[in-house]
Structures are given as C-alpha cells and as structure tokens.
C-alpha cells in the first residue's frame, strides 16, 4: 500500500522532517509532482541540508528514493544537490532513481519564465523563475523533454528544435538574454544525469507494491497551490494534492491508505496571492522572526498570519486526510493569544467554504480566540506532558476539522515530534 504525505496550507510546512521521521518505517520514498521550486528542510546530525528534489528518505540508507513522472527535474539543480547529500557521506546512485517520464526544464524554460512574471506587471503572481511552470506547459503542451530522451543520440538536436520554439516565444515578449552560461552547466548536468538509474518509474513503483514493499509519497508546495484546487491563479503547476500521487507515479487510487496531512499551528505564504489571515502588525513580525520564516529555496520573507480552518478544512476535504500532523507548534509558546480562523466574512455574508477566486471578493476572517500556553514546550516529549491551553487549542482544531492531529511537532531536530 501507498501512504502520503502532503501540504494542507500554501507549502512551507516542513514536511521534509516528517517524511525523514516517517521514513523508516517505509522501502520506498517518491516525490509525485512539483519542481525546484520546493525546500524541504532537514537536519541531519545538527546540520541544516535543503533538498529541493530529492525524496527526503535520501538519508536512510537501506530505502529506495524514487523520482516519479509527475516532477519536472532540473538538471543543474539535481548535481548540486547531490553534491550536497554527498557531503554527508550519502552514496546518491546507490538508492536514487528517476522515472523516464519525469519532464526536463531547460534554460530556455528560465528564460520563459522571467518573461513572463516581467510581462505581469503588478499583477505578478509571485513566480520563483526556475522554469517550472513553463516546464508543464511544453508537458501539457506535447512539445517536452523527458528523462529517457536522454538515452536517445537524437537528444541535442529535440534539444535545438524545441530551444527554437522557445526564441520565438521569447521574441513575442521583447526578452533579450544570454543564456549561454545557463546552457553550459545544463549539458554538464545532463552528462551527469545520464549516469543515474532511469527506470519505468510505474512499472517500478508497482513491482515495489506487489512484492508488499511500503512506499511513501512525498508532495511538494501545498494544496492550497493546486493548480486546480489552490487559490487560482497564484498557485503552482502542478496538482500539489493526493490525486497527483495516482498521475505523478502512475499507482491505481484504492493502492493509497493513509493520507498524512502536514499543517503549521499557523500560516505562512510566500509571494502573491489571497491569504485571509495574514497578519501586517507585530504579532505577524514576531511569528515571523521566531519561526524563521524566510523561503528555503528562495530566502524571500513569509507572511505570517493565524491558522485558517476554513482553508484547512477545506485541503483536508479534497485529500482525504485521515491524520494531521501538526509543524512549528513551539514557534506559539510565548504569545498571550492565539486566534483561528473559523468562518469567512464574503461580501458581508457569513461562509464556511472557500470561495471560487479568492481575489475577486472581499473576505473578513471571523476568529475564535485562545488563551497561550506560555510555556516552552520544545523539550517536551509526551502529550500528556502538554500545557492545558495547548490541549485545548488542538481539541478545538480536532473537532472543528473532523481529522485528528495525531503528531505535533515542537522543534527543528528529528525527535522533536510528540506523538497524540
């Protein structure tokens, strides 16, 4: 059977750790869709590592690491990674392997994609400018190429004709830049690509399942950056939720069993887009400041609010999460007050869904609050251990969501997880 672990805000949860705390417990980690465009965070031995594409049971050195189809993979991106891993005395080749269908992102995609965010105006949606969305569209667009044309002779010349397209693309936004060193590292880390083991990711994956190997999907961004379900159109690619764990791996829907939903005890968003909650006052700088939150892969500033169930619930819907795991809980420890999010005010109307398009109404956040634990919780390792207040917050969030917060995790280190 197949487990999953996804994102129930706008990405930014820390799932990394939890997929590196779960992982044991797994043969097989895969990540299904997304780009370099996501961060997941670990720490390994009290040293800080980022991945970006690497399943994050990199660091078990009996699991199998899977790239499946669904993720767009840079190339350059993946060799500096691997460098990174390498660092810490991982043997990558070993147990890493990459689906032929995954697509590729060319330097071109790049260029595409600075095009466009600049072409935007002020109604930028917040692009990272890896090239990712431009990478879906050649995909949906039948024009891509993938892994396993690499093992073919005629790569270089697919490569030019579609680097043509490109320039004409490139041409209709008045875009001019040289991508001539961009090209350069590209074809040094395909060479570095080709030595890699390229499977049939699905055949792979569902051998792994028939033989009664566990595997562990791992998602990238959030499902409130769906493409079909997020806040449209300040969202990613790719479909960020379960769903995407069928197409972005190629398994059957009744192989997945648990639906691991990964949610901070408050919000964050980077770059544009709707977010109801959001906090522009000290409280939001000091969340800010105490959780660290500036963007793995970016650096750039998190908004910060309070937890929005009507989002949460929302995700936990469209997912069919049947746990939730609780992030950053201990980043809450020295407010007075804590506040969620329990319906919207649209247009003067009392709701309890999201709306269509988010940005297209006015939404007032009603708010039930919440005494603070004001207690330091980051040592603690049983839930019984747990100030009342902080019972009573997850009690609250477990009734109102239907879904029960099973971990919560209260620290950056591995261990720090207490399990409900």
Known sequence: MVDVILGLQWGDEGKGKIVDYFAHNYDVVARFQGGPNAGHT??????????????SGIFHEQKTNLIGNGVVLDAVTLKRECDNVAAFGVNYKKNLYIS??????????????????????NEKIGSTLKGIGPAYMDKTGR?????????????????IKLRLKHQKLLDSFNFQEDISAW??????AIDFLRDFKIVNGEYFINEK???????????AQGSMLDVDFGTFPFVTSSNTISAGVCTGLGIAPQKIKEVFGVSKAYCTRVGSGPFPTELNDETGELIRKTGSEFGATTGRPRRCGWIDLVALQFACMVNGVTQIIMTKADILDNLDELKVCNAYN??????SFVPFQMNRVNIEPKYKS???????????????????????????LNKFLKVPVKYISNGPGRDQIIVA
């Open 346 to 351: 649209v247009n003067g109307e009392e709701k």
């Open 370 to 396: 919440f005494e603070g634990w004001k207690t330091n919780i980051s040592q603690l390792t049983d839930f019984e251990q747990l100030p009342q207040q902080m019972k009573t917050y997850i009690d609250y």
């Open 183 to 188: 090209e350069e590292e590209f074809f040094e």
């Open 209 to 219: 399942i028939q033989q009664g190997q566990k595997v562990l999907a791992e998602g």
């Open 143 to 159: 024009n891509g190429l993938r892994v396993g044309n690499l093992l073919d002779k005629s790569f270089t010349t697919e490569y």
């Open 100 to 121: 032929e269908r995954a697509h590729l992102i060319l330097p071109t995609h790049r260029a595409i994609d600075k095009a466009s965010e600049l072409s935007k105006g």
């Open 42 to 55: 670990l720490y390994v031995d009290g040293k800080k590592i980022v991945l970006h594409q690497i399943p």
